[in-house]
């Protein structure tokens, strides 16, 4: 089983709707999580953290259910530019991030 | 933001060939750095972690012979491919964390190199 799972999609959307990603992840030790984004031939970027409260950047909500060890990412009036493949990624013990495959996300006009 | 910068961004080689790619942090310091690796359509994988001035923690299945690593400055890690073959036709990508900021998520990523290997 691998340790950090999302469906890969591809979420295909109009602009302005509300998506939402989840990801899954195998370690209950797992330290930290973030969601990175990454476009086509590019470097992932550091979208957002993930706190076990939840918190909000803007359009994008990210929330943490350690019991469940479920992630998930959610986009509200979606725009052109959120066109990206979505990482979700776990911080384990020795510093080195483990991602996720990505979730694919298109919106269209 | 921290940057790091990663060369060459393209490089195609003959098989059997050694790939140099060059990490370098331009504005702070890495004690440590990530080397990834990604397959199309795949997710980042990990192959090794270099550590300055000591010897580089591979991932397991990932051939420390093939795949030689160098972190001999704090600004500065080099990923050699030794005897490349097609298979390992890929997009390479380094990664650096600030010394000063040990259990950031954040990850300064270099710009990637795509290695296609003929």
């Known amino acids: 089983r691998k340790e950090v799972e999302q469906d890969p999609g591809p979420f295909n959307v109009p602009e302005g709707a509300t998506v939402a990603f989840n990801c899954t992840y195998s370690n209950s030790a797992s330290q930290s999580f973030f969601w990175y984004r990454q476009d086509c031939r590019k470097e992932p970027k550091l979208l957002m953290s993930?706190?076990?409260s939840g918190n909000e950047d803007g359009r994008f909500t990210a929330q943490l259910n350690r019991a469940s060890q479920y992630i998930s990412l959610l986009i509200r009036d979606s725009k052109l530019s959120d066109s990206a493949t979505y990482l979700c990624?776990?911080?384990?013990?020795?510093?080195?991030?483990?991602f996720g495959k990505g979730t694919s996300l298109l919106v269209t006009p | 933001g921290a940057v790091v910068s990663q060369h060459p961004s393209w490089v195609i080689c003959k098989s059997g060939t050694s790939v140099k790619i060059e990490c370098r942090s331009l504005d702070f310091q890495a004690t440590t750095m990530f080397w990834y690796r990604q397959f199309p359509k795949q997710s980042l994988m990990l192959m090794a972690t270099?550590?300055?001035?000591?010897?580089?923690?591979?991932e397991q299945g990932v051939e420390k012979d093939k795949f030689l690593i160098n972190h001999a400055s704090l600004t500065l890690s080099t990923l050699t491919v030794t005897s490349a073959h097609p298979e390992d036709s890929s997009f390479y990508i380094c990664s650096a964390r600030p010394w000063d900021m040990p259990n950031t998520g954040e990850l300064f990523f270099g710009e990637g190199s795509r290695l296609t290997v003929l």
């Open positions: 270099s550590n300055e001035g000591s010897k580089a923690t591979y």
């Open positions: 993930v706190y076990s």
């Open positions: 990624v776990v911080l384990n013990s020795g510093y080195a991030l483990n």
